[in-house]
C-alpha cells in the first residue's frame, strides 16, 4: 500500500482517526474526466503537453490547488483530469492531495507520467494511549543473560513497531473558490413577474430615503401571500434593486432580468390588518406592513425594491473542464454596483449562454479580446482591416440559468470588456 492510498483512507474526526475505504467516497468527477484519466494513465502524457518550464519534482504547499499545480506541469490548466490520470496506481483520487507531498515528474519512458514520492509501505498504527498519545503494544518484559557471572541480570522489554502520524493538513482544493463563495447567493436571474411578484419594501420610518444597516423599515407581500411571521424561526430576505433586462446581444432576445442585490433583513412582525371606527357604526379597514430590521446594507436600500427569502446554504467544489465540444459566447455584463466597464482577474462577468445551450458549473471558457478595427496605412487606398481576435485569458463557469450564466475571471493579459467573445480552450 503506498503512503497515498492509506492517507486517502483515514479521515480526521474530533482528535480519532477513522478508517474509511476508499471506494465509499464521492467526488465530483464526470465520467468523461475518469475515462480521460483512465487512459492517460496507460500511456502517460505527451512530452509535448508539459508547460516549457515543468519542474522535474514539486512540494505541494499549503494554498495550492490543482489548478495552480496543473498549470505548473501542463500547458493547459483545464487539462487536470490528465495530470491526474499521469499515475493512477499512487495518485488514485485528486481530491485527496495534500500539502507536504512531493510529485515527481518522471520522463524516462518518452511520455511523462507524474509519481508521487511519498509513496511506500506504511507501518501498521499504534494504539493510542487515553492521552492521545501513541503508544508500543505491550509485551511481556523478559530477563536477559547477564554478561558476566557477578552482574545482576538487567530487564529487557521488546518494542513493537509503531508509527508516528504528521497531519497534512487538509486536502487540496480543484480550485480556489474564496472569490466567489459571497457571491453565490447575491446576483439573481430572473424572469419578467418574478420580481414584480415578490415582497417589497414600503416605508421608513421618519420618511427616510436610503437604509443601512440597523434602519427599520417596512414590507408587504403580494395579496394572495402576505408577510407572515414564523414564530420561533427567524425569517432572513435578501433585498434586490430594480432588476434590468439582459438580451442577447447578437438576437436581441431578453435572456433575463438581472437583480442588483443590495442587502439582508429580518422578518420581526407580519403583515396585518387593522378595524378602526370612523362613525355612525361604519369601521374602516387599515392595512399594517410587516416589519423588517435591515441587517446588512452592501449598497444603498431604497422603498420600492424587493424582498426574497433567504435560500438555504449550497456547498461546492468546482471542478474545472473544457465543454465537450464547440462552445461560444459573449460577455454581456460586469457584476458590479459601480458600473465598470473593464473587468480584471477574480471578478465575475455575465455571459450569454446557459443550461439550455449545454453549459455547466466548472466549464472553463477562454477568453477572446476584439481585434481593432484600423486603417491600412500603408495602403494607398488606406482600406479598413480588422485585426484577428486574440485569446486574452479563461474563465469557470459557476453559476448557471436557463439562457445566462455567471462566470469567474481566472486569469487575464488585458481588461475584460462587454462584448468579448467567448470560446471552448484549445
Not at 131 to 153: I, K, Q, Y
Amino acid at each position: 500500500m503506498t503512503i497515498f492510498k492509506f492517507l486517502s483512507s483515514i479521515v480526521a474526526l474530533s482528535g480519532c482517526l477513522i478508517v474509511l475505504p476508499v471506494w465509499g467516497q464521492k467526488f465530483p468527477t464526470t465520467p468523461e474526466q475518469i475515462a480521460t484519466a483512465q487512459k492517460v494513465a496507460q500511456a502517460g502524457v505527451p512530452l509535448s503537453d508539459l508547460a516549457a518550464d515543468a519542474p522535474d519534482t514539486y512540494v505541494v504547499k499549503r494554498g495550492d490547488t490543482l489548478w495552480a499545480i496543473s498549470n505548473i506541469f501542463l500547458r493547459s490548466p483545464w487539462r487536470w483530469p490528465e495530470l491526474w490520470g499521469m499515475n493512477l496506481e499512487e495518485i488514485s483520487n485528486p481530491h485527496l492531495i495534500y500539502p507536504g507531498q512531493i510529485l515527481v515528474l518522471d520522463k524516462t519512458s518518452g511520455r511523462a507520467i507524474l509519481r508521487n514520492a511519498n509513496a511506500g509501505d506504511t507501518p501498521a498504527p499504534a494504539q493510542a494511549s487515553s492521552s492521545g498519545a501513541e503508544t508500543p503494544t505491550p509485551s511481556a518484559p523478559t530477563l536477559s543473560t547477564p554478561r558476566n557471572r557477578d552482574e545482576p541480570p538487567m530487564e529487557t522489554v521488546r518494542l513493537s513497531p509503531r508509527t508516528r502520524v504528521e497531519s497534512f493538513g487538509a486536502p487540496l482544493a480543484t480550485l480556489n473558490t474564496s472569490a466567489i463563495e459571497a457571491f453565490l447567493s447575491e446576483p439573481l436571474i430572473v424572469e419578467e413577474n418574478e420580481m414584480a411578484a415578490a415582497p417589497r419594501i414600503v416605508a421608513a420610518q421618519e420618511n427616510r430615503v436610503m437604509l443601512t444597516r440597523g434602519d427599520r423599515a417596512y414590507a408587504r407581500g403580494p395579496k394572495d401571500a402576505p408577510l407572515l411571521d414564523n414564530q420561533g424561526k427567524l425569517q432572513l430576505f435578501r433585498l434586490f434593486g430594480i432588476a434590468k433586462p439582459i438580451k442577447d446581444p447578437l438576437s436581441n432576445e431578453v435572456l433575463g432580468y438581472e437583480a442588483q442585490f443590495t442587502g439582508k433583513a429580518s422578518l420581526v412582525r407580519s403583515e396585518m390588518k387593522e378595524e378602526t371606527e370612523v362613525g355612525s357604526g361604519k369601521t374602516k379597514t387599515n392595512l399594517i406592513p410587516a416589519s423588517i430590521d435591515i441587517l446588512e446594507a452592501k449598497d444603498e436600500i431604497q422603498v420600492g425594491y424587493r424582498m426574497l427569502a433567504e435560500p438555504e446554504r449550497q456547498f461546492f467544489n468546482y471542478v474545472p473542464h473544457a465543454p465537450n465540444g464547440p462552445m461560444e459566447g459573449r460577455i454581456v455584463s460586469i457584476y458590479s454596483s459601480s458600473g465598470l466597464v473593464n473587468a480584471s482577474q477574480n471578478q465575475v462577468v455575465l455571459i450569454n449562454r446557459g443550461r439550455r445551450d449545454g453549459l455547466e458549473n466548472g466549464h472553463v471558457m477562454a477568453i477572446l479580446k476584439n481585434g481593432e478595427t484600423l486603417i491600412d496605412r500603408t495602403d494607398p487606398s488606406r482600406a479598413l482591416i480588422k485585426l484577428p481576435n486574440e485569446r486574452n485569458g479563461l474563465l469557470m463557469v459557476f453559476k448557471t440559468f436557463e439562457k445566462l450564466s455567471y462566470g469567474l475571471i481566472l486569469d487575464i493579459t488585458d481588461g475584460v470588456r462587454v462584448g468579448d467573445r467567448l470560446t471552448a480552450p484549445q
